[in-house]
Protein backbone atom coordinates (compact mmCIF):
# COMPACT_ATOMS: atom_id res chain seq x y z
CA UNK A 1 0.00 0.00 0.00
CA UNK A 2 2.88 2.05 0.93
CA UNK A 3 4.45 1.96 -2.41
CA UNK A 4 1.23 2.00 -4.10
CA UNK A 5 1.15 5.67 -2.61
CA UNK A 6 4.39 6.95 -2.86
CA UNK A 7 4.28 5.94 -6.85
CA UNK A 8 1.22 7.88 -7.03
CA UNK A 9 2.09 10.28 -5.00
CA UNK A 10 5.41 10.97 -7.55
CA UNK A 11 2.98 10.61 -10.71
CA UNK A 12 1.07 13.21 -9.14
CA UNK A 13 3.57 15.90 -8.72
CA UNK A 14 5.52 15.09 -12.02
CA UNK A 15 2.07 14.93 -13.95
CA UNK A 16 2.19 11.85 -15.52
CA UNK A 17 -0.90 9.05 -16.34
CA UNK A 18 -0.93 5.89 -14.93
CA UNK A 19 -3.64 3.40 -13.85
CA UNK A 20 -4.91 2.03 -10.84
CA UNK A 21 -5.75 -1.47 -10.67
CA UNK A 22 -8.40 -3.38 -8.18
CA UNK A 23 -9.31 -6.90 -7.80
CA UNK A 24 -13.44 -5.85 -6.87
CA UNK A 25 -14.82 -9.87 -6.96
CA UNK A 26 -13.16 -13.21 -6.70
CA UNK A 27 -14.82 -16.51 -7.05
CA UNK A 28 -13.19 -19.43 -6.32
CA UNK A 29 -8.95 -19.83 -5.86
CA UNK A 30 -6.98 -17.20 -6.84
CA UNK A 31 -3.25 -15.52 -6.00
CA UNK A 32 -5.02 -12.26 -4.21
CA UNK A 33 -7.88 -11.12 -2.84
CA UNK A 34 -10.65 -8.54 -2.91
CA UNK A 35 -8.77 -5.29 -2.10
CA UNK A 36 -5.26 -5.84 -3.91
CA UNK A 37 -4.07 -3.52 -5.75
CA UNK A 38 -1.37 -2.37 -8.50
CA UNK A 39 -0.19 0.88 -10.32
CA UNK A 40 0.24 0.27 -14.36
CA UNK A 41 2.64 3.13 -15.59
CA UNK A 42 1.62 4.75 -18.87
CA UNK A 43 5.27 3.40 -19.69
CA UNK A 44 4.36 -0.31 -19.08
CA UNK A 45 5.90 -0.85 -15.36
CA UNK A 46 3.90 -2.32 -13.10
CA UNK A 47 4.31 -1.69 -9.51
CA UNK A 48 2.50 -4.45 -7.10
CA UNK A 49 0.91 -7.70 -7.98
CA UNK A 50 -2.61 -8.72 -8.14
CA UNK A 51 -2.23 -12.41 -9.45
CA UNK A 52 1.18 -14.80 -9.86
CA UNK A 53 1.94 -12.80 -13.22
CA UNK A 54 -0.94 -14.72 -15.54
CA UNK A 55 -2.79 -11.34 -16.08
CA UNK A 56 -0.43 -8.53 -15.97
CA UNK A 57 0.43 -8.83 -19.61
CA UNK A 58 -3.23 -8.39 -20.89
CA UNK A 59 -3.96 -5.99 -17.85
CA UNK A 60 -0.99 -3.37 -20.04
CA UNK A 61 -3.35 -3.55 -22.89
CA UNK A 62 -6.49 -2.71 -21.03
CA UNK A 63 -4.78 0.52 -18.93
CA UNK A 64 -3.62 1.86 -22.37
CA UNK A 65 -7.62 1.91 -23.31
CA UNK A 66 -8.51 3.28 -19.96
CA UNK A 67 -5.37 6.08 -20.22
CA UNK A 68 -6.46 6.86 -23.60
CA UNK A 69 -10.27 7.01 -23.02
CA UNK A 70 -9.89 8.18 -19.76
CA UNK A 71 -12.92 6.16 -18.42
CA UNK A 72 -12.63 3.42 -15.95
CA UNK A 73 -13.34 -0.28 -16.94
CA UNK A 74 -14.01 -3.62 -16.10
CA UNK A 75 -12.43 -6.79 -16.78
CA UNK A 76 -12.65 -10.69 -15.94
CA UNK A 77 -10.51 -13.52 -15.78
CA UNK A 78 -12.18 -16.76 -15.74
CA UNK A 79 -9.88 -19.93 -14.88
CA UNK A 80 -12.58 -22.35 -13.95
CA UNK A 81 -12.66 -25.01 -16.23
CA UNK A 82 -10.86 -28.17 -17.35
CA UNK A 83 -7.55 -28.51 -15.37
CA UNK A 84 -5.94 -29.46 -18.80
CA UNK A 85 -7.01 -26.57 -20.73
CA UNK A 86 -5.30 -25.01 -18.16
CA UNK A 87 -2.09 -26.53 -17.59
CA UNK A 88 1.12 -25.24 -19.04
CA UNK A 89 -0.50 -21.56 -18.79
CA UNK A 90 1.34 -20.44 -15.64
CA UNK A 91 -2.40 -20.16 -14.07
CA UNK A 92 -1.77 -20.00 -10.20
CA UNK A 93 -5.66 -20.86 -9.47
CA UNK A 94 -8.61 -22.07 -10.38
CA UNK A 95 -10.87 -19.24 -10.12
CA UNK A 96 -12.32 -16.29 -11.35
CA UNK A 97 -11.09 -12.50 -11.12
CA UNK A 98 -12.92 -9.20 -11.77
CA UNK A 99 -10.68 -6.59 -11.39
CA UNK A 100 -11.74 -2.45 -12.31
CA UNK A 101 -9.18 -0.08 -13.82
CA UNK A 102 -9.39 3.27 -13.26
CA UNK A 103 -7.27 6.19 -14.56
CA UNK A 104 -4.89 8.46 -12.37
CA UNK A 105 -4.38 11.44 -14.53
CA UNK A 106 -3.24 14.49 -12.57
CA UNK A 107 -3.17 16.71 -15.37
CA UNK A 108 -6.77 16.04 -17.57
CA UNK A 109 -8.63 14.34 -14.21
CA UNK A 110 -7.31 16.30 -11.58
CA UNK A 111 -10.46 15.92 -9.07
CA UNK A 112 -10.45 12.24 -9.64
CA UNK A 113 -6.65 11.82 -9.26
CA UNK A 114 -6.80 13.87 -5.99
CA UNK A 115 -9.21 11.41 -5.07
CA UNK A 116 -7.67 8.33 -5.36
CA UNK A 117 -4.59 9.95 -3.79
CA UNK A 118 -6.33 11.20 -0.50
CA UNK A 119 -7.90 7.71 -0.19
CA UNK A 120 -4.44 6.40 0.10
CA UNK A 121 -3.18 8.54 1.98
CA UNK A 122 -6.21 8.29 4.78
CA UNK A 123 -5.22 4.64 5.21
CA UNK A 124 -2.15 5.13 6.17
CA UNK A 125 -2.68 7.63 8.69
CA UNK A 126 -6.34 6.88 9.72
CA UNK A 127 -6.58 5.84 13.63
CA UNK A 128 -10.05 3.90 13.14
CA UNK A 129 -11.73 1.46 10.88
CA UNK A 130 -14.00 3.20 8.14
CA UNK A 131 -15.51 1.72 5.27
CA UNK A 132 -14.81 2.43 1.51
CA UNK A 133 -17.17 2.58 -0.96
CA UNK A 134 -15.93 3.04 -5.35
CA UNK A 135 -19.04 3.17 -7.46
CA UNK A 136 -18.94 0.83 -10.29
CA UNK A 137 -22.43 0.85 -11.93
CA UNK A 138 -25.50 3.88 -11.73
CA UNK A 139 -28.87 4.01 -12.69
CA UNK A 140 -28.14 7.69 -12.89
CA UNK A 141 -24.64 8.76 -14.35
CA UNK A 142 -25.56 12.98 -13.72
CA UNK A 143 -26.59 12.18 -9.77
CA UNK A 144 -23.60 9.95 -9.12
CA UNK A 145 -21.01 9.29 -11.50
CA UNK A 146 -18.68 5.60 -11.61
CA UNK A 147 -15.23 5.81 -10.05
CA UNK A 148 -16.77 8.11 -7.26
CA UNK A 149 -15.46 6.90 -4.06
CA UNK A 150 -17.18 7.37 -0.43
CA UNK A 151 -15.61 6.61 3.08
CA UNK A 152 -17.51 6.55 6.31
CA UNK A 153 -15.91 5.99 9.69
CA UNK A 154 -18.04 3.25 11.51
CA UNK A 155 -21.19 5.13 11.88
CA UNK A 156 -22.11 4.07 8.73
CA UNK A 157 -25.11 6.81 8.49
CA UNK A 158 -24.93 7.14 4.50
CA UNK A 159 -24.44 3.33 4.31
CA UNK A 160 -27.04 1.20 5.95
CA UNK A 161 -26.67 -1.56 4.00
CA UNK A 162 -23.36 -2.36 5.77
CA UNK A 163 -23.01 -4.83 8.64
CA UNK A 164 -19.50 -6.21 10.22
CA UNK A 165 -19.43 -8.85 8.74
CA UNK A 166 -18.33 -7.64 5.48
CA UNK A 167 -14.73 -7.23 4.71
CA UNK A 168 -15.00 -6.74 0.73
CA UNK A 169 -16.81 -7.16 -2.28
CA UNK A 170 -19.06 -6.11 -4.71
CA UNK A 171 -22.65 -4.87 -3.81
CA UNK A 172 -25.74 -3.57 -4.90
CA UNK A 173 -27.78 -0.86 -3.01
CA UNK A 174 -30.08 2.65 -3.23
CA UNK A 175 -27.87 5.47 -2.75
CA UNK A 176 -29.60 8.96 -2.36
CA UNK A 177 -32.08 7.53 -4.25
CA UNK A 178 -30.00 6.12 -7.03
CA UNK A 179 -29.51 2.46 -8.01
CA UNK A 180 -25.91 1.60 -7.87
CA UNK A 181 -23.34 -1.23 -7.79
CA UNK A 182 -19.88 -0.75 -5.68
CA UNK A 183 -16.95 -2.11 -4.51
CA UNK A 184 -16.99 -1.92 -1.00
CA UNK A 185 -14.25 -2.57 2.01
CA UNK A 186 -13.58 -2.39 5.22
CA UNK A 187 -10.65 -0.35 6.20
CA UNK A 188 -8.56 -0.75 9.48
CA UNK A 189 -6.04 1.11 11.05
CA UNK A 190 -2.19 -0.22 9.94
CA UNK A 191 -0.63 -2.13 13.01
CA UNK A 192 1.80 -0.07 14.73
CA UNK A 193 5.09 -0.95 16.12
CA UNK A 194 6.93 0.70 18.96
CA UNK A 195 10.86 -0.44 18.78
CA UNK A 196 12.83 0.71 21.55
CA UNK A 197 16.26 1.25 20.16
CA UNK A 198 17.82 2.61 17.30
CA UNK A 199 21.23 0.23 16.66
CA UNK A 200 21.18 -0.94 13.22
CA UNK A 201 19.50 -4.13 13.71
CA UNK A 202 16.46 -1.31 14.95
CA UNK A 203 16.82 0.30 11.48
CA UNK A 204 16.80 -3.06 10.09
CA UNK A 205 13.28 -4.30 11.56
CA UNK A 206 11.79 -0.83 11.01
CA UNK A 207 12.24 -0.74 7.36
CA UNK A 208 10.78 -4.53 7.23
CA UNK A 209 7.58 -3.64 8.99
CA UNK A 210 7.30 -0.45 6.52
CA UNK A 211 8.09 -2.68 3.87
CA UNK A 212 4.95 -4.31 5.01
CA UNK A 213 3.22 -1.34 5.42
CA UNK A 214 3.07 -1.36 9.24
CA UNK A 215 3.21 2.20 11.21
CA UNK A 216 6.86 2.67 12.76
CA UNK A 217 8.07 4.72 15.36
CA UNK A 218 11.82 4.39 16.81
CA UNK A 219 12.30 5.50 20.62
CA UNK A 220 15.59 6.69 21.42
CA UNK A 221 17.97 9.56 23.26
CA UNK A 222 20.23 9.69 20.26
CA UNK A 223 19.12 12.46 17.83
CA UNK A 224 21.88 11.49 15.52
CA UNK A 225 20.72 7.31 15.44
CA UNK A 226 16.94 8.52 14.87
CA UNK A 227 18.00 11.09 11.71
CA UNK A 228 19.74 7.59 10.14
CA UNK A 229 16.44 5.66 10.13
CA UNK A 230 14.60 5.01 6.83
CA UNK A 231 12.67 8.42 6.01
CA UNK A 232 9.14 6.88 6.66
CA UNK A 233 9.85 5.61 10.36
CA UNK A 234 8.78 7.96 13.20
CA UNK A 235 12.26 9.01 15.43
CA UNK A 236 10.88 10.32 18.47
CA UNK A 237 13.70 11.40 20.56
CA UNK A 238 13.12 11.60 24.21
CA UNK A 239 15.54 11.73 27.33
CA UNK A 240 17.67 9.24 28.40
CA UNK A 241 14.93 6.23 29.74
CA UNK A 242 12.19 9.07 29.86
CA UNK A 243 9.67 6.64 28.37
CA UNK A 244 6.64 7.86 30.23
CA UNK A 245 7.01 11.03 28.16
CA UNK A 246 5.76 8.89 24.56
CA UNK A 247 2.34 9.44 23.28
CA UNK A 248 1.54 5.57 22.79
CA UNK A 249 -1.00 4.18 19.73
CA UNK A 250 -3.93 2.22 20.54
CA UNK A 251 -2.63 -1.18 21.01
CA UNK A 252 1.07 -1.11 19.71
CA UNK A 253 3.27 -4.14 19.23
CA UNK A 254 6.40 -3.33 21.31
CA UNK A 255 9.85 -4.45 20.97
CA UNK A 256 12.67 -3.36 23.11
CA UNK A 257 16.27 -3.54 21.64
CA UNK A 258 18.45 -1.46 23.12
CA UNK A 259 21.32 -3.76 23.34
CA UNK A 260 21.89 -1.68 27.03
CA UNK A 261 20.11 -3.63 30.66
CA UNK A 262 19.33 -0.37 32.50
CA UNK A 263 17.40 1.29 29.30
CA UNK A 264 15.73 -2.27 28.43
CA UNK A 265 14.93 -2.19 32.15
CA UNK A 266 13.06 0.99 32.28
CA UNK A 267 11.43 0.74 28.89
CA UNK A 268 9.93 -2.57 30.35
CA UNK A 269 8.93 -1.04 33.67
CA UNK A 270 6.94 1.09 31.48
CA UNK A 271 5.35 -0.41 28.27
CA UNK A 272 4.42 -3.44 30.86
CA UNK A 273 1.64 -1.21 31.88
CA UNK A 274 0.32 -0.36 28.57
CA UNK A 275 -1.95 -1.84 26.32
CA UNK A 276 -0.09 -3.55 24.36
CA UNK A 277 -0.98 -6.46 21.27
CA UNK A 278 2.57 -7.87 21.86
CA UNK A 279 5.64 -7.16 23.78
CA UNK A 280 9.37 -8.18 23.48
CA UNK A 281 12.39 -8.18 24.64
CA UNK A 282 15.40 -9.20 22.50
CA UNK A 283 18.19 -11.12 24.36
CA UNK A 284 18.07 -14.06 26.15
CA UNK A 285 15.84 -15.71 28.42
CA UNK A 286 18.16 -15.65 31.18
CA UNK A 287 19.17 -11.77 30.60
CA UNK A 288 15.20 -11.20 30.59
CA UNK A 289 14.84 -12.88 33.52
CA UNK A 290 16.90 -10.73 35.13
CA UNK A 291 15.05 -7.99 34.27
CA UNK A 292 12.25 -9.71 35.21
CA UNK A 293 13.62 -10.15 38.67
CA UNK A 294 14.25 -6.68 39.12
CA UNK A 295 11.07 -5.60 38.32
CA UNK A 296 9.42 -8.05 40.97
CA UNK A 297 12.01 -6.82 43.62
CA UNK A 298 10.52 -2.98 42.77
CA UNK A 299 7.22 -3.85 42.69
CA UNK A 300 6.89 -2.72 39.18
CA UNK A 301 5.56 -5.75 37.67
CA UNK A 302 2.63 -8.08 38.91
CA UNK A 303 2.66 -11.73 37.88
CA UNK A 304 0.01 -12.27 35.72
CA UNK A 305 2.00 -10.23 33.64
CA UNK A 306 5.46 -11.34 33.15
CA UNK A 307 3.65 -14.54 31.20
CA UNK A 308 3.03 -11.70 28.28
CA UNK A 309 6.62 -10.90 27.61
CA UNK A 310 8.18 -12.83 24.76
CA UNK A 311 11.62 -13.58 25.12
CA UNK A 312 13.78 -14.67 23.50
CA UNK A 313 11.50 -13.07 20.47
CA UNK A 314 11.30 -14.16 17.08
CA UNK A 315 10.08 -18.11 15.74
CA UNK A 316 12.22 -20.66 15.79
CA UNK A 317 13.31 -20.73 12.52
CA UNK A 318 17.25 -20.90 13.37
CA UNK A 319 18.10 -17.45 12.49
CA UNK A 320 21.66 -16.47 11.97
CA UNK A 321 22.69 -12.90 11.21
CA UNK A 322 21.06 -9.34 11.50
CA UNK A 323 18.78 -10.23 7.88
CA UNK A 324 17.55 -13.31 9.21
CA UNK A 325 16.98 -12.60 12.92
CA UNK A 326 14.54 -9.57 11.34
CA UNK A 327 12.93 -11.86 9.43
CA UNK A 328 12.84 -14.17 12.70
CA UNK A 329 11.54 -11.20 14.72
CA UNK A 330 8.84 -9.94 11.75
CA UNK A 331 7.06 -13.14 11.05
CA UNK A 332 6.31 -13.23 14.91
CA UNK A 333 5.10 -10.15 14.92
CA UNK A 334 2.36 -10.97 11.86
CA UNK A 335 1.58 -14.39 13.56
CA UNK A 336 0.61 -12.48 16.57
CA UNK A 337 -1.42 -10.43 14.47
CA UNK A 338 -3.20 -12.62 12.83
CA UNK A 339 -3.81 -14.84 15.75
CA UNK A 340 -1.80 -18.06 14.33
CA UNK A 341 1.00 -19.92 16.06
CA UNK A 342 3.54 -19.20 12.92
CA UNK A 343 3.62 -23.26 11.94
CA UNK A 344 4.59 -24.57 9.13
CA UNK A 345 1.20 -24.53 6.51
CA UNK A 346 2.04 -28.20 5.04
CA UNK A 347 1.70 -29.36 8.52
CA UNK A 348 -2.01 -27.88 8.74
CA UNK A 349 -3.03 -29.43 5.81
CA UNK A 350 -1.84 -33.04 6.91
Not at 122 to 131: P, W
Not at 213 to 222: A, E, G, K, L, P
Not at 248 to 263: K, S
Not at 293 to 311: P, V
Amino acid sequence: MRIIYNILKNCWEEGKRSVLATIIKVDGSAYQREGTRSVILESGEVIGMISGGCVEGDLLEHAKDVILSHTPKKVVYDFRGDEDDLWGMGVGCNGAITVWLEPFDPVNQKESAKQILDEFEARLTCNDAYYFFMCIDTAHPDKIQVGKYLSIFLQKKEMDFLNDSIKSGLVDTMMDGVKVSGFVERVKPLPSLLIIGSGPDATMLARCALDLNWRVSVIDHREQNLTSLVPEANGLLINRGNYTSINIPVNPYIVIMTHNLELDYMALQTFIQCNFSYIGVLGSQQRTRKLVELLKENHAIHQDQIANIHSPIGLDIGAQGPEEITLSIMSELIACKNGRAGGSLSRLSR
